[in-house]
């Protein structure tokens, strides 16, 4: 089976344990190296906690949809579920997001938000406050979903819904760079709705001890529970096909997102013989090299295989012609398992108490 290691990869591989010395000492510095991070990141903390810093606020309510790693807890899916939550309640939703790996204001996210809500909105910039205030008045939007937007304390918010990833909850442990935190687990308690997510691909008793953990974290906050659920093929020209292809034919798959491990096991799951893989660096700007050079390794696999990627890496190839092979993304959607209800409320409640603040 051919795979690709990228610089991403082989840092989670040596952050994960790579066995040998030379490993075991670059760890070493990454640990020395998370110091002065967690030092940063303590401080700026306390400075928003005490009102060292400013904050702003919006005249909309704004929901916080973030998490408290690098990279690959689902947040994408979990956005447009809150977006489609209010446009079924007929409310105007804008999203703003920082844009990582974004060319000219627009990133994978994005684009894969653009296709699945053609009707939202979607500004990107690093100033979310002037964001927030262009969405109220240029869209007259009545709901702001900030997207990444846990460790973003500039702009108010009136919910935050913090996601964890069920697979690898903590990071290894350790703060980055040693680690994958962004922030002490401790700042959990910041959170108003905890999301366990991808809660399908781990033991029920694994995800009880993660229940406990995450209620210590953050005793007031609902703990809800969710899986991402593969829907539907999509392809470029908004095609759509059943996810019983996938069992049909082997499969050559790549992915440029945070956590492909994630990835391939939902291609395992629906039952595909993945033959072939590939990976690149989460938010991966796909060069005319890098197509020219999957064409050539689609072209290289037996006549009958079918190509399969995510929808993000999908939105930024817009490529067509792979070796007479058919490229499909799978579509994915947040479900949720338990504390439906109670997110339900807090959703509500957000929006309903912004009404009467002066």
Same mark, same amino acid.
């Given at each position: 089976m051919e795979r690709v290691l990228v610089s991403g990869e082989k840092y989670r591989a040596l952050v994960k344990g790579r066995r040998g010395l030379g490993p075991a000492l670059s760890r070493l510095g990454l640990r020395a190296a998370s110091v002065p991070y967690g030092c940063v990141v303590w401080l700026r903390n306390r400075l928003y906690d005490r009102g060292g810093y400013r904050i702003f606020r919006a005249n909309a309510p704004v929901v916080s949809v973030g998490n408290l790693t690098l990279g690959g807890t689902g947040k994408t899916p979990c956005v447009e579920y809150v977006t489609r939550y209010f446009r079924k309640q007929h409310r105007r939703v804008a999203i703003l997001s920082r844009g990582y790996g974004g060319n000219a204001g627009r990133?994978?996210?994005?684009?894969?938000? +653009?296709?699945?809500?053609?009707?939202?909105?979607?500004?990107?910039?690093?100033?979310?406050?002037?964001?927030?205030?262009?969405?109220?008045?240029?869209?007259?939007?009545?709901?702001?979903?900030?997207?990444?937007?846990?460790?973003?304390?500039?702009?108010?918010?009136?919910?935050?819904?913090?996601?964890?990833?069920?697979?690898?909850?903590?990071?290894?442990?350790?703060?980055?760079?040693?680690?994958?935190?962004r922030e002490p687990a401790a700042e959990l308690r910041r959170a108003s709705v905890v999301m366990l997510t991808r809660c399908n691909q781990v033991e029920a008793s694994?995800? #009880?001890?993660?229940?406990?953990?995450?209620?210590?974290?953050?005793?007031?906050?609902?703990?809800?529970?969710?899986?991402?659920r593969p829907m539907e093929l999509v392809g470029l020209d908004r095609a759509a096909a059943r996810l019983d292809r996938l069992r049909v034919?082997?499969?050559?798959?790549?992915? #440029?997102?945070?956590?492909? #491990?994630?990835?391939?096991?939902?291609?395992?799951?629906? #039952?595909?013989?993945?033959?072939?893989?590939?990976?690149?660096?989460?938010?991966?700007?796909?060069?005319?090299?890098?197509?020219? +050079?999957?064409?050539?390794w689609a072209d290289s696999q037996p006549a009958d295989c079918l190509m399969a990627t995510t929808q993000k890496d999908l939105v930024k190839i817009r490529e067509t012609q792979w070796g007479g092979k058919e490229l499909w993304a799978v579509r994915i959607q947040l479900h949720l398992e338990s504390g439906e209800k109670e997110f339900h409320q807090k959703l509500d409640d957000a929006v309903n108490g912004f009404r009467s603040k002066p």
């Open positions: 990133n994978d996210e994005a684009l894969v938000l +653009e296709d699945n809500l053609p009707d939202v909105p979607h500004f990107q910039g690093a100033d979310r406050v002037r964001l927030a205030s262009q969405a109220v008045a240029e869209r007259v939007s009545d709901v702001l979903v900030l997207d990444d937007g846990f460790q973003h304390r500039r702009l108010a918010r009136d919910l935050d819904l913090v996601l964890i990833d069920a697979t690898d909850p903590w990071g290894q442990g350790y703060l980055f760079p040693r680690g994958l935190l694994e995800r #009880g001890r993660l229940r406990e953990a995450i209620t210590r974290l953050a005793p007031k906050a609902p703990l809800v529970e969710s899986d991402h034919q082997p499969v050559i798959a790549f992915s #440029g997102i945070g956590n492909p #491990g994630a990835f391939r096991q939902t291609l395992i799951d629906l #039952g595909a013989n993945v033959i072939g893989w590939r990976t690149f660096p989460d938010h991966h700007r796909y060069s005319g090299k890098d197509v020219e +050079e999957l064409r050539a």
